[in-house]
């Protein structure tokens, strides 16, 4: 047992001396071989740290020590502590997933995070401000959420960050309650979905394609046409909207036929990539748009 005690004091002095490398493998070597109590589980997870995770080198070596810092230590709350190795280092595997799109991994390393813990100052940088831990955790959870079709839990968390942050950076705040909005239609809440679209500030075609749908399932197809033209007369890739052209094409089809089936025809060129004659159908289209949004206004 001296020999283990000469040894933690040593890796205890390397980490000082910023041998990281050193303290970890000292560290590393103790560890289910000797009794580890909180103090030198603590001094272990931060040699981890900022030996492998700080700067890892592969996705699945960082995934393997995240895994064991967070079995080492527990979360503190950051709005009385100012670091946390623990949030460090699961806040960096969740940032890593979410933009490698990887959201199938994502909810086991939500789940270790109590967002409660975390703390709400934003940062500046180069002139720019950067969102708080709390805020990027709710858009990082409801967004992965919403990607995995969990409606519940997109609704719950969209719900928590819009009563919980005290502010939002950009736009945060409007797409929390898109996806809100997103994730209510999802469950059939029709109408709670159309009170959020309609106080969002984001004047964008997708906002009204899907205010536009929410109508189309409550059986509004006055209301449903207004906002599925108001989308296809705003910017945006067309190639895009092809859902919302195929909801045109059948809110079209009784009254004004000879469109509707324009508007397969140009599904038909977004699905089969078919640039020819595709320009010329959607310049006339968007004059017909623009024609019968002025008339049923």
């Known amino acids: 047992m001296t020999g283990y005690r000469t040894q933690l004091i040593e890796a205890k002095r390397a980490y000082k001396d910023k041998d990281y490398e050193k303290a970890y493998e000292i560290y590393t070597s103790l560890y289910g071989n000797a009794p580890f109590d909180n103090s030198a589980k603590y001094s272990y997870a931060w040699a981890i740290y900022q030996s492998r995770i700080k700067d890892y080198t592969s996705k699945e070596q960082l995934l393997k020590d995240a895994e064991l810092v967070s079995e080492l230590t527990k979360q503190h709350n950051l709005n009385y502590s100012k670091m946390c190795v623990y949030t460090m280092s699961v806040m960096k595997v969740i940032r890593l997933l979410y ?173 089969e990539e078919d640039n020819e004659g595709k320009g010329e159908l959607e310049y006339e289209l968007n004059e017909f748009w623009k024609e019968l949004s002025a008339k049923l206004s």
């Open 99 to 271: 933009y490698d799109r990887d959201y199938d991994d994502l909810p086991h390393w939500l789940k270790k995070i109590n967002p409660d813990y975390l703390d709400q100052a934003r940062y500046r940088k180069d002139d720019e401000v950067y969102p708080s831990n709390m805020e990027h955790y709710y858009v990082w959870a409801s967004v992965t959420y919403l990607n995995l079709g969990e409606y519940e839990k997109c609704i719950k968390t969209t719900r928590a960050a819009l009563s919980k942050l005290n502010k939002f950076t950009g736009n945060n705040g409007d797409f929390f309650m898109w996806r809100l909005a997103k994730s209510l239609r999802q469950i059939g809440d029709y109408e709670q979905a159309l009170k959020f679209l309609n106080i969002l500030q984001l004047d964008e075609w997708y906002v009204q394609k899907e205010i536009a749908e929410n109508y189309y399932y409550l059986g509004d197809d006055e209301n449903c046409l207004k906002h599925a033209l108001n989308a296809a007369i705003k910017d945006g890739p067309m190639d895009m909207k092809f859902n919302l052209y195929t909801l045109l094409s059948e809110l079209l089809f009784k009254d004004y036929p000879d469109w509707a089936e324009k508007h397969e025809d140009l599904c038909e060129m977004i699905r």
